[in-house]
C-alpha cells in the first residue's frame, strides 16, 4: 500500500436541519481502491463531493495528498477526476466534441489528449459511437463518457460515485480492470456504492456508512473475521454492523441489490 492520499477527521455536513455526515474519521492511502458503502441517503455523495472540494464540510479537516479541500480547492480539483452520481453532459455535443472541450478546459496538449481520447474510446468499447450527439446516446455510454471525462488529464486521485450503476456487465469489468491499473501505478481510487457485490468485487477494503456515520471499515475478510462467521456474505455483516437500527428500511434501499 502507498501513502497516505487523504486524511478525513471530525468531519460534519448539516444541510439546513438534515446532518448527512456526522462525525466521519478516515485515512486512505495511494494505491487503494476504497469503498464506501450504503444505503440511499447515508451520506456517501456527502462525502464524495467534499473529498474533491465542491462542497465545503460544515466542520472538519480533510485533507488530499497533503492539501487541505478548504484552502485549496482549486489544486484538489486539478489532481482529482470525480465522476458524479448523475454526470452533467452536453447533449448537443458528441463525445469528440465534449472530451475535446474537457481537454482543453484541463489544458491538455492537442496531441496528447487525442491519443487519450482514442485509448479511452477503444479501451470502453465506443469508438463507433464518438461522432453522434450524446443525446441521442444510451445511458451506459453517457455513463462512459463522464467517466472517460475525469480521467482525462490523468488524475492522482480518482473518485466515481455509483458509476457501476449504468454499465453492462462487460463495461463494467472494463471500468474494473482500469481503476485496478491506476491503483497499481499508485493513483488513489474511492467509489461509491449501495450495491454490496460491486464494492465486493472491485475495492481493496471499504467503509460501511450509516446515517452519517461509519459503522465499519476494512477489507471484506477483516469483517469477516469481525463478525464471527467464516461464511458471512457482505450483506451478512452490513445488516449486523447497521445493528438494532431499522433494519426494515435498511433491506428495503438494498432490495434492489439483494434480489439480482
Ligand atoms: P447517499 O449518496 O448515500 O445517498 P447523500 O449524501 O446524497 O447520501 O445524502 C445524505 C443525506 O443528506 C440525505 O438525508 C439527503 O436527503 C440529504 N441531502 C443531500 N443533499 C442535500 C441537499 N443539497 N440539501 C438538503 N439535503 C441534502
Ligand atoms: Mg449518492
Redesign the pocket.
Known amino acids: 500500500m502507498g501513502e497516505l492520499s487523504i486524511s478525513i477527521r471530525g468531519l460534519y455536513k448539516n444541510?439546513?436541519e438534515?446532518r448527512?455526515l456526522d462525525g466521519i474519521d478516515l485515512d486512505i492511502s495511494s494505491g487503494e481502491i476504497f469503498g464506501i458503502l450504503?444505503?440511499?441517503?447515508?451520506?456517501?455523495?456527502?462525502?464524495l463531493r467534499i473529498i474533491c472540494s465542491i462542497l465545503e464540510p460544515t466542520i472538519g479537516y480533510v485533507s488530499v495528498n497533503g492539501l487541505n479541500v478548504i484552502e485549496k480547492p482549486l489544486i484538489v480539483k486539478e489532481i482529482s477526476g470525480y465522476v458524479p452520481?448523475t454526470p452533467v453532459l452536453y447533449e448537443s455535443l458528441t463525445p469528440m466534441e465534449f472530451l475535446t472541450f474537457i481537454g482543453s478546459v484541463r489544458r491538455i496538449e492537442a496531441n496528447v489528449l487525442s491519443t487519450r481520447v482514442q485509448r479511452f474510446a477503444e479501451a470502453f468499447e465506443i469508438m463507433d459511437k464518438m461522432d453522434n450527439f450524446i443525446g441521442s446516446l444510451s445511458f451506459g455510454t453517457k455513463q462512459k463518457v463522464a467517466i472517460i471525462s475525469a480521467l482525462i488529464h490523468d488524475p492522482q486521485i480518482i473518485i466515481l460515485?455509483e458509476a457501476m450503476n449504468g454499465l453492462d456487465p462487460r463495461s463494467a469489468r472494463i471500468l474494473k480492470n482500469l481503476l485496478i491499473n491506476y491503483a497499481l501505478a499508485g493513483r488513489t481510487i474511492i467509489f461509491?456504492t449501495?450495491v454490496l457485490e460491486v464494492a465486493e468485487s472491485v475495492c481493496n477494503r471499504m467503509a460501511i456508512?450509516y446515517r452519517?456515520k461509519i459503522v465499519d471499515v476494512g477489507t471484506f475478510k477483516e469483517m469477516k473475521e469481525k463478525s464471527g462467521s467464516s461464511d458471512a456474505k457482505l450483506e451478512d455483516i452490513f445488516l449486523k454492523m447497521t445493528g438494532d437500527t431499522d433494519l426494515t428500511s435498511i433491506v428495503n434501499s438494498l432490495g434492489e441489490t439483494m434480489n439480482h
Open positions: 444541510y439546513g438534515t448527512a450504503g444505503p440511499n441517503g447515508s451520506g456517501k455523495t456527502t462525502l452520481e460515485d461509491s449501495h456508512i452519517g
